[in-house]
Each structure stands twice: as structure tokens, then as C-alpha cells.
């Protein structure tokens, strides 16, 4: 049943990053028909020659019969019942302004584990307020699901979320595959800000090791982090949750130890002894924590919610404290 569903489906993918082609891969293969949204000239005419991203997940071979690609994103969305965020959400802003074509009755799901820099909004917030959007017709695809596993079909679980259970389970079937466990949740607050707050802890992590912490340290400080996350969680937004399952805990844990994550990159380079601005330019994609760190630092101090891991993180990163004095801090801290 959800296999036939998913043939008629027509969804536009907006972004052209590693995520972005992930998912293309699996709405593709699932049966949808992707209207995907690609700026990049080099991404755009790679795909059209081979069906592969030369910039990312470039052995990821794509069923380019499923596939209707466009620089203009009026084309891709017009097209579409089913609007994809997969673009940075540092960048986000930019890419959507081209925008024409109303959103009001589509429905957006957001792929998108970030802030929106100046803006201080989750993706969600962000759409609903800017595009006229009813916060029925968003929803939420996340999970520990780096995408070069996924480009390379290793299971993985994600998370559809909406706030009526029921739509999550409708598009989340678009999103099956062999290779993809599909749970559901209605904590749109909660899932949301895990994916933002995990990129914060995961650059702390980063830092660690690159400071020479060992395993046995970094076990306690994961753990702290994950307490942490379900204090500012509890306190800023209360729910029914279990921080223990995937698209919370599980997501902290493959941010924190994986050597795919950005965000743990820049902390290591970080601990490593780069400044913060040279941390970031070596980067090669976006760590989504960096402008995360600000935006929970503004909610925790309006929240009274101790966060100090996040806290030690935001000081390095905006106000030039020592990585590693902030984590000998932390040392005192940890339980």
C-alpha cells in the first residue's frame, strides 16, 4: 500500500549537498517522481551526463528517469505536492529566495538539522512564519542517518514527525526503503531543537579529542550531554518524550562518534589548535552547531535552564575562550 503510494507522489528537493542527494536516492528508488532544485552549474550538468553529484556522494549512482532537474526553483516547486528542505540551514534563506510560487498549500517537510542564522528560528518556525505556512501542512524527516551510509544503503532509522501522527505516517512512506527503518513522532519542538542542540555537543566531543581526552572521559561527557538535552528540552518545551530513542539519544551519539561528522570535525580542528575562523574555513561543508551554539545560548539565558557543555561550547566559539581551559572546566562539572 505505501509502495503504490509513494509512485504518484511528486516531491521538489531543495538543495544539492550530501543530504540533499541522499534523499534523492531514496524517494527516487522509492517510486517518486523528484523535481529537484540544483544551483550549482558543475552539480546540475553532472547529473544530467551521468546521474551522479561530482560534488558530493559522487558514487552514488541516481535513477535519472525519476528525476526532473532545474535551476529555477519555481519550477521544482510548482511541480511538486511535496516540498524537501535539504539545503544548509545556514543557507537556506538564500536559496529559498527566489520563491515565487506560493507554499501555502504544499506540504514541507524539513530534512534540515540547523538554525537560521540572524533569524534565530528553527526550519520549521522559519517557513511557517516567512511563507504562510499551517503548521499541519510541516513536518520533520531526521534520525542518526549520515549520508554516506545512506548513499551506500547501510541501515538506517529515521523519523517521520508531524504534529498529527497520522500525516507522519502518510509521507513518511515515502521515505521507505530496505535499507530505512521508519518510526514516527509528534514532537515537532523537541525532535527539532535534539538535531540543533546534538551539532552543539558534537563539536564539545570534537574539541575533546583533539585536547587528548580519552574514551572513558568522552563516555561521561556524551552522557552529560545527553542530560543536558533533556533538561533545556523538559524546561523550554514540555512533552511526552523518551530522550533514550533514536531521533534523540541516537542522533547525539552518531554526531558525537562519527568520523562523517561535521560538526566534531570542527571541534577537533578547534582542539587541535586552529582558531575558530580558521577551523571554519578549512571546512569543506557546513557545521550546522556553529550557528546553533548562538541561537541556544539566546533561548537558554531568556529560559533559566543550566546548559553549561552548550554554554562552554558558544564561549570558544564567539567569545575566544581556550577550548582547553573551558573543558578542564567542564571536567568539574560532569557527573
Known amino acids: 500500500m505505501e509502495n503504490a503510494r509513494a509512485e504518484t507522489e511528486r516531491c521538489a528537493v531543495i538543495g544539492h549537498g550530501s543530504w540533499a542527494t541522499a534523499i534523492v536516492k531514496i524517494l527516487s528508488e522509492g517510486g517518486c517522481d523528484v523535481f529537484w532544485y540544483v544551483r550549482n552549474a558543475d552539480v546540475l550538468a553532472s547529473l544530467r551526463d551521468e546521474g551522479r553529484n561530482c560534488k558530493y556522494l559522487r558514487d552514488v549512482k541516481l535513477d535519472r528517469s525519476k528525476l526532473h532537474l532545474s535551476d529555477d526553483i519555481n519550477i521544482a516547486v510548482a511541480a511538486a505536492e511535496n516540498i524537501v528542505l535539504a539545503a544548509p540551514s545556514a543557507f537556506l534563506k538564500e536559496f529559498l529566495r527566489p520563491l515565487a510560487v506560493p507554499l501555502s498549500d504544499k506540504f514541507v517537510i524539513s530534512a534540515v538539522k540547523g538554525i537560521v542564522p540572524d533569524e534565530y528560528q ?47 505516517r502518510e509521507f513518511g512512506s515515502m521515505f521507505a526503503a530496505d535499507y530505512i527503518r521508519l518510526e514516527y513522532s509528534t514532537d515537532m519542538e523537541g525532535v527539532e531543537y535534539a538535531a540543533i542542540m546534538k551539532n552543539i555537543y558534537a563539536i564539545a566531543v570534537g574539541m575533546a579529542v583533539g585536547l587528548g581526552y580519552g574514551d572513558n572521559f568522552l563516555a561521561v561527557l556524551i552522557a552529560n ?111
Open 122 to 168: 528553527t526550519v520549521i518556525d522559519y517557513v511557517t512564519e516567512h511563507y504562510g505556512l499551517a503548521p499541519d501542512r510541516t513536518g520533520i524527516i531526521t534520525g542518526p542517518s549520515h549520508a554516506e551510509e545512506v548513499g551506500r544503503e547501510g541501515l538506517s532509522y529515521l523519523t517521520a514527525v508531524c504534529r498529527d501522527e497520522g500525516r507522519a
Open 225 to 335: 550531554c545527553a542530560a543536558e538535552m533533556g533538561r533545556f528540552l523538559d524546561h523550554c518545551f514540555p512533552a511526552e518524550r523518551n530522550i533514550r530513542t533514536s531521533p534523540y539519544l541516537g542522533d547525539l551519539l552518531v554526531t558525537c562518534y562519527s568520523t562523517y561528522s561535521r560538526n566534531r570535525r570542527l571541534g577537533l580542528l578547534i582542539g587541535h589548535g586552529c582558531t575558530v575562523k580558521s577551523a571554519l574555513n578549512e571546512m569543506t561543508m557546513v557545521a550546522e552547531g556553529y550557528y546553533a551554539a548562538d541561537c541556544i545560548r539566546r533561548i537558554e539565558r531568556g529560559a533559566a535552564v543550566e546548559t553549561p557543555i552548550a554554554d562552554a561550547v558558544y564561549e570558544v566559539l564567539y567569545r575566544g575562550a581556550s577550548a582547553r581551559e573551558k573543558m578542564k572546566y567542564l571536567t568539574t562539572k560532569l557527573i
